[in-house]
T-cell receptor, first 112, second 113 residues
Framework: AQRVTQPEKLLSVFKGAPVELKCNYS??????LFWYVQYSRQRLQLLLR??SRESIKGFTADLNKGETSFHLKKPFAQEEDSAMYYC??????????????FGKGTLLTVNP | NAGVTQTPKFRVLKTGQSMTLLCAQD?????MYWYRQDPGMGLRLIHY???????AKGEVPDGYNVSRLKKQNFLLGLESAAPSQTSVYFC????????????FGPGTRLTVL
């Protein structure tokens, strides 16, 4: 069975501080990992996916297959980063029907 | 190109009433999904579809039915609503293309009294 664990429900940091949102997963095959962000009462938006290895809004995430982790990091948090962040996992191929398994989310608050 | 849209945006039902939520996408995507979002639970997959005329159960399908008569529409039905179905419902779609992702609708906030 596939599982995504986000150990922190809430995370509060001050503006300019580094932030790390943790994500661990379990999956028997080749996973594809995503981070989605949801600003207050809005739809989910894709933030990052591991296969593209890009940096969006200053966020990065590296897939660590040894530790089965995909932590989201930003060196200097901004107030506009305050949102709910979801880590999600999908099978890499169409055989999984690209179903997403979500973690329970981490609510990030960046204080001024 | 509207992307993924959902109607209605809000709805209040009484226990036992029925309703249908509509999801529409104009991106010609093969796959469509219905999730529910509850505090502290993240998003959980209710049902999904891999193409027109096909549907399959997700993680929490009980109490819901779905239909995909047209490729662009995915309907979620509640035959007899219960307070436990109070939630925010999100629809998503994606193409059958490795490396792409799911695109989400704006959500429907449903309250069952």
């Amino acid at each position: 069975a596939q599982r995504v664990t986000q150990p922190e429900k809430l995370l509060s940091v001050f503006k300019g501080a580094p932030v790390e949102l943790k994500c661990n997963y379990s999956y028997s095959g080749s996973p594809e990992l995503f981070w989605y962000v949801q600003y207050s009462r809005q739809r989910l938006q894709l933030l990052l996916r591991h296969i593209s290895r890009e940096s969006i809004k200053g966020f990065t995430a590296d897939l660590n297959k040894g530790e089965t982790s995909f932590h989201l990091k930003k060196p200097f948090a901004q107030e506009e980063d305050s949102a709910m962040y979801y880590c999600a996992l999908s099978g890499l191929s169409g055989g999984s029907n690209y179903k997403l398994t979500f973690g329970k989310g981490t609510l990030l608050t960046v204080n001024p | 190109n509207a992307g993924v849209t959902q109607t209605p945006k809000f709805r209040v039902l009484k226990t036992g009433q029925s309703m249908t939520l509509l999801c529409a996408q104009d991106m010609n995507h093969e796959y469509m999904y219905w999730y529910r979002q509850d505090p502290g639970m993240g998003l959980r997959l209710i049902h999904y579809s891999v193409g027109e005329g096909t549907t399959a159960k997700g993680e929490v399908p009980d109490g819901y039915n779905v239909s995909r008569l047209k490729k662009q529409n995915f309907l979620l039905g509640l035959e007899s609503a219960a307070p436990s179905q109070t939630s925010v419902y999100f629809c998503a779609s994606r193409p059958n293309l490795a490396g792409d992702t799911q695109y989400f609708g704006p959500g429907t906030r449903l309250t069952v009294l």
